[in-house]
């Protein structure tokens, strides 16, 4: 496994939250949009925070936005993150993990080069699976 972090998730104020966090904590700022995606984007989400990251040294406090009309609940908008070593190793934690769960989003091939899956552990903790896929 490559690391563990915490994903934060916002109800459209990720880039403010994120930018707050980084100047209290020093770290740098990376955001992009869901206006940067490829495929378009719902009426609405244009101006959210797909993905925003802080980072220090080899820590990282990652974040987005939730679509507009999601639910979100302030207090439980966070994940669990795992970057695990190898395709292997995220199916088989993804199986562990929502063993009595639920998949939120089953395991697959995603534009940014990673294989990806979130699901809800049976105690309600959320995680997220995130292997980088080999860049050919």
């Not at 770290?27 to 869901?34: A, C, D, I, N, T």
């Not at 934690?93 to 552990?121: N, T």
Request: proline share 7%; hydrophobic share 40%; net charge negative.
């Amino acid at each position: 496994m490559k690391a563990i972090n915490v994903y934060l998730t916002f109800d459209g104020n990720c880039l403010e939250a994120m930018t707050f966090y980084a100047q209290c904590l020093g770290g740098k700022l990376e955001s992009h949009s869901f206006a940067e995606i490829p495929g378009g984007v719902p009426p609405g989400a244009e101006t959210r925070t797909m993905h925003a990251s802080v980072t220090k040294g080899p820590l990282a406090i990652m974040a987005s936005d939730t679509m507009p009309g999601m639910p979100f609940t302030p207090g439980n908008n966070f994940s669990i993150s795992i970057a695990p070593d190898s395709k292997e190793e995220t199916d088989q934690l993804f199986a562990a993990l929502s063993e009595g769960g639920q998949a939120v989003m089953p395991l697959g091939d995603q534009f940014w080069g990673a294989y990806f899956g979130m699901l809800k552990d049976r105690f309600g903790v959320q995680w997220m699976l995130n292997y980088e896929l080999p860049r050919s």
